[in-house]
């Protein structure tokens, strides 16, 4: 078990007495940091990245940071590793097994650096040297601490750690150069690194952040095997609270800078005592809860570290703020009735048991659209996509080129979208949700398939007269909100621009940005400030306006709040739902997070290699899915719930999506399938020669029974031959082995 | 590789023979040596400067088609590049001229990578340091400085050595002494007068390449592999030396394999103002003399030392960066 404690306080706390009464000394901590502190100056002055960061790591425990960007997580590891630049003002004390690692030279660290304390990084892509293989640059790890062993043994252990970290064929891979490597295997290599000389403690800042899902929880799951195979005590830095949930022991969270509450994975999750915690918990999503209630925004942005709070450096986003909270920052202490469970604020105390978090956030309520109460089949379609196919020729050779494959980027997509539906896309990156956008935006006559837009068909868009009225119906959100708008345009001259085209006169546009900017929340004496000027949440919402200022039928949101905080994604996915119950919109998203597709969509097409495996209803397809794939992906994903990840069963699946050129015959999925490969051989073969249709679900006879009398097929299509089969043993993980922490 | 090659070859010989024909018709039609010969004293008459032409293979009476197929068959057959107004032969007269730049420009060009590459890495490890700026800033200025005038500023400089010691140590002009006996003496000689050129085109010349190789390694020092590196136990300087330094040195790779074959076809100021009559020399000198084929000749030659550089690049980027396939 591990501790937090505060820092030096005139009067000791419980933990300290415990200290004193040497019930449980730090020297069993592996990593033990007191009172950190880092500051780098910048022109502005001082800016202070991390604030008074105290936590004790015990051997093989794992402890979850937990926070937004720049709340100084990162910082804080670097730290640790001494890998800050040496412009960085670092004050406190970190110990590695009793030892002082603060102000240690470069060179001093380096004795300890991917020996006893190891990192894995965020980014696999850029994370490793293009220029050597993997296997130098694991052998190099192994050189470094071990001078006298040999050869031949480097090659044997780096050959050993590839296959630990789960890359086939290890021994032929160490001569592959990194490019070579998709990003999960890159991480997996990293983690190979990293545990090369069997650290006691391992840091992994955010590495499964850049990864797609099932990648994600391939990746978590080597790094559970390497704590387990080195027994190393690990510290998990992520804004996913689903991420660590599952693996952690302890979570700290931290706030601009600061440690605002620290304690069990219980105590975090389940009885929160700060705000912020408790509204970061109910800023998320839940990918297994149906019932729709609104996420819990946190109103403003994170404070400048550049000025010292002189009070609680939530108080200006916190729903509770009292005079009292603007009286000096207040310090972790314990809260009453529990174990090491700290929090920093002063109403601690009354926040426990049943205070809804709803209510302190005064989150709005769920929005009802008028077209909510009329049947699916009676509303007017806005989008339809019939067979819609993009395949690119993949060609050798510079004058004359021969063509040596099809890269079937989206093969046969049909699907439609009613008035006032979210319809959304999922699928892991390369399985076509993007070019499905281009292709509708495209809009062109040589398309292969018919796309139709608001009555529209891309068969006769013959002029730009067609076009303009079709860009009228439908506009676009853009994932990177910071990219997507001019700089050089001030609110007001993004917004004007598509009322310009459509003809308006000055005084209307005037008189339309103010409604917009009301619309989506932004205040209307904003409009002539540069997009540089607010913070992404904002500029997202400017991209909302504008995409909304023609009054557009249906909204195309492509990865509308993968860039954003938490916290403001919360705020920003509220809108959404707003805007599509009172303008009733339609929405084309496509999102990976499936969470978020659960919480705004009302029906869901999961994409596999170009094409739709399963589409229907959101609580049909995410509660009962039927694709082996969907149940994979559904698995996936990490639920910010503790007990429920620790007792839950995964798919993971096996290796990477498939370079779209090798796709099978038969069924796509089936090199990966987890029902598949526990298949006998004639039904294997069935699964490889012929292609699974998209076949409605049947209602099943016991249904039928109890209504007496057909009823009517459920809104749920997939593609798969033996959706009840058997999964493979080996692709199902579960740690029950995880105890239920005792406070 | 070397079907690749091959293929590269193919097209730039194509690419070559295009603009080497282009280059022929611009100057057969823009150059007309004859109108020089007239000014001559004793003024010839027409017909004799239109004899003397036609026997050198100049006939200006022919059209530029008629003289294009000519020449072309000449090269063709026998490898006869024509002659010069001055009734010169261009083969022989080329062979002298590219051995004479590629003597002087040889040495300063291994310098100058050297030293500059090195000084790059040395300044960008010492970022806005004493040595840095003051290593950067002479780059710079070395950039700004027209050629000519720090050529000059180095001869005078020579010379200033010569009168302070009382002896001629180095030649600032020529390529060596008429007349020496082979043995120590000529060798003497030979580097009395290389040192100034080479001294004077490497000061200029190792500028770009440390600014160039200064700013790709510093993109690279804190590379997120940079860190990993050093994540591993590596201390900064190692890892910097054993990553980033590779990495920063594919972009450098490549403008030095482009940068070689253009100085040995272009050195213009330098073989003027230290009189080593080369290539560069020659091709302005050709323009001047309306002399048609000894202005496609060194355009031919700047043509096949550009495709060389290309292959170069090609080939450096490869040997340094694995990411790059040859196919």
Redesign the interface.
């Known amino acids: 078990m591990s501790t937090f404690l505060e820092p030096a306080d005139p009067a000791p706390t419980a933990a300290e007495r415990l200290h004193i009464a040497g019930l449980h000394s730090p020297s069993d901590a592996v990593l033990s940091v007191r009172d950190l502190n880092v500051s780098f100056n910048s022109e502005n002055g001082a800016v202070h990245a991390v604030r008074g960061v105290n936590f004790d790591l015990m051997p093989g425990k794992t402890l979850g940071i937990v926070g937004e960007s720049g709340s100084g997580k990162s910082v804080t590891s670097l730290a640790i590793?001494g890998?800050l630049p040496a412009t960085a003002e670092i004050s406190g004390s970190v110990r590695l097994k009793g030892r002082e690692l603060l102000g240690l030279s470069?060179?001093a660290m380096?004795?300890?650096?991917?020996?006893d304390i190891?990192?894995v990084?965020q980014?696999p892509l850029?994370?490793?040297?293009?220029?050597?293989?993997v296997g130098t640059q694991i052998t190099?790890?192994l050189t470094?601490?071990n001078p006298g062993m040999s050869k031949a043994a480097k090659e044997t252990r780096a050959v050993e750690l590839l296959a630990m970290v789960g890359i086939p064929s290890p021994r032929n891979r160490l001569r592959a150069?990194p490019?070579e490597f998709s990003g999960g295997m890159r991480q997996r290599v990293?983690i190979a690194?990293?545990i090369a000389n069997n650290p006691r403690v391992l840091i992994a800042d955010e590495p499964t952040t850049a990864l797609d899902v099932t990648i994600q929880a391939q990746v978590l799951e080597v790094l559970h095997t390497a704590q387990e195979e080195t027994g190393a005590a690990v510290v998990m830095i992520t804004h996913d609270l689903g991420v660590v949930a599952g693996i952690a022991d302890d979570i700290m969270v931290m706030y601009a800078g600061k440690p605002v509450e620290t304690g069990s994975v219980d105590d975090i999750y389940y009885d929160p005592r700060m705000p912020y915690t408790m509204g970061l918990l109910g800023a998320v999503p839940r990918v297994d809860v149906a019932e729709k209630s609104s996420l819990v925004p946190i109103d403003g942005i994170p404070p400048n570290l550049l000025h010292t709070p002189t009070g609680c450096s939530f108080a200006p986003r916190c729903p509770l703020v009292t005079d009292a909270c603007l009286d000096g920052e207040p310090a972790l202490s314990p809260v009453p009735g529990t174990g090491y469970h700290q929090a920093a604020c002063i109403k601690s105390a009354s926040l426990g048991g049943d205070v809804d978090v709803h209510e302190i956030f005064s989150a709005p309520p769920v929005p009802v659209s008028r077209f909510d109460l009329i049947p699916r089949g009676d509303r007017s379609t806005v989008l339809e996509l019939k067979d819609v196919r993009k395949h690119f020729p993949l060609t050798?050779g510079?004058l004359l080129k021969r063509r040596i494959g099809t890269v079937k980027a989206v093969d046969g997509l049909s699907f439609d979208i009613r008035e006032g539906e979210c319809f959304s896309i999922v699928g892991e990156s390369g399985s076509g949700k993007t070019t499905t956008l281009l292709e509708i935006m495209e809009f062109h006559k040589d398309q292969d398939g018919e796309v139709i837009i608001g009555g529209i068909s891309n068969k006769q868009a013959a002029d730009a007269k067609t076009k303009s009225a079709m860009r009228r119906e439908m506009q676009m959100v853009f994932q990177d909100p910071t990219g997507a708008l001019d700089p050089r345009f001030t609110v007001y001259e993004v917004l004007a621009e598509p009322l310009q085209n459509a003809g308006m006169d000055k005084r209307a546009i005037k008189k339309r940005i103010m409604e917009l900017m009301n619309l989506v929340g932004l205040q209307p004496d904003h409009v002539n400030r540069f997009p540089n000027q607010f913070s992404g949440g904002q500029r997202q919402r400017v991209g909302i306006a504008r995409a909304l200022a023609v009054n557009p039928k249906l909204v195309v949101l492509d990865e509308p709040v993968s860039a954003l905080d938490v916290s403001v994604q919360a705020g920003v996915i509220n809108l959404l739902d707003k805007l599509r119950a009172e303008l009733g919109l339609s929405y084309l998203m496509v999102a990976h997070d499936l969470s978020v597709v659960r919480h705004i969509s009302n029906r869901v097409a999961v994409m596999y290699l170009g094409k739709i495996v399963e589409i229907g209803e959101v609580d049909r397809v995410f509660d009962n899915p039927r694709h082996p794939y969907t149940r994979a992906l559904l698995s996936a994903i990490p639920v910010p719930d503790p007990q429920f990840e620790r007792t839950r069963e995964r798919i993971i699946l096996q290796g990477d999506l498939p370079s779209p050129l090798d796709a099978p015959k038969g069924c796509n999925f089936a090199t990966r399938c987890p029902v598949f490969a526990a298949l006998p051989a004639a039904k294997q073969e069935h699964c490889l020669t012929l292609e699974p249709p998209l076949e409605a679900v049947q209602p099943s006879a016991a249904v039928e029974i109890l209504e007496a009398g057909p009823v009517p097929t459920p809104d749920q299509q997939f593609a798969c031959f033996f959706p009840d089969g058997e999964l493979d043993e080996h692709m199902l993980v579960v740690h029950e082995t995880a105890e239920p922490h005792a406070p | 590789m070397i079907r690749y090659l091959a293929k590269r070859g193919i097209t730039y010989v194509f690419m070559i023979f295009l603009t080497t024909s282009a280059g022929y018709f611009l100057a057969v039609s823009s150059l007309k040596p004859a109108l020089l010969e007239q000014e001559r004293i004793p003024r010839p008459t027409p017909e004799q400067v239109a004899n003397s032409m036609r026997l050198k293979g100049l006939d200006p009476d022919l059209s530029p088609w008629e003289r294009y197929v000519e020449w072309l068959t000449g090269i063709m057959t026998r490898w006869d590049w024509g002659r010069s107004p001055n009734g010169a032969f261009i083969n022989a007269e080329f062979g002298d001229r590219v051995w004479i730049s590629t003597r002087l420009f040889l040495a300063s060009i291994v310098l100058t990578l050297v030293i500059g590459v090195a000084l790059g890495v040395y300044s960008a490890a010492r970022q806005y340091k004493f040595q840095d700026r003051v290593i950067t800033s002479y780059s710079y200025l070395a950039y700004i400085v027209p050629a000519p005038i720090a050529y000059f500023l180095v001869q005078l400089g020579a010379i200033n050595i010569n009168e302070t010691v009382g002896e001629r140590i180095f030649f600032v002009t020529g390529i060596s002494t008429p007349g020496m006996q082979p043995g120590w003496a000529q060798f003497v000689d030979m580097v009395a007068h290389y040192a100034v050129p080479t001294i004077a085109i490497t000061l200029v010349g190792w500028g770009s390449y440390q600014i160039a190789q200064r700013q790709y390694l510093l993109d690279n020092v804190n590379a997120d592999f940079v860190r990993t590196a050093r994540a591993k136990g590596l201390t900064r300087n190692q890892a910097i030396t054993r990553h980033a330094l590779r990495v920063s040195f594919i972009p450098v790779a490549q403008s030095i394999a482009f940068t070689i074959p253009a100085i040995f076809a272009g050195g213009f100021f330098a073989e003027k103002i230290f009189a080593w009559p080369g290539v560069g020399s020659w091709s302005i000198d050709a323009i001047s003399l309306q002399d048609v084929n000894a202005a496609t000749a060194t355009l031919a030659y700047g043509s096949v030392i550009f495709a060389l550089g290309a292959i170069l690049a090609d080939f450096a980027t490869t040997l340094v960066d694995p990411r790059v396939r040859v196919q």
Not at chain 1, 110 to 115: D, L
Not at chain 1, 126 to 133: A, D, H
């Open positions: 590793m890998l470069d060179k380096c004795a300890y650096r991917g020996n190891a990192m990084f980014d850029s994370s490793l040297t293009p220029v050597y293989t190099e790890a470094i601490h150069f490019h990293m690194i990293a050798k510079a």
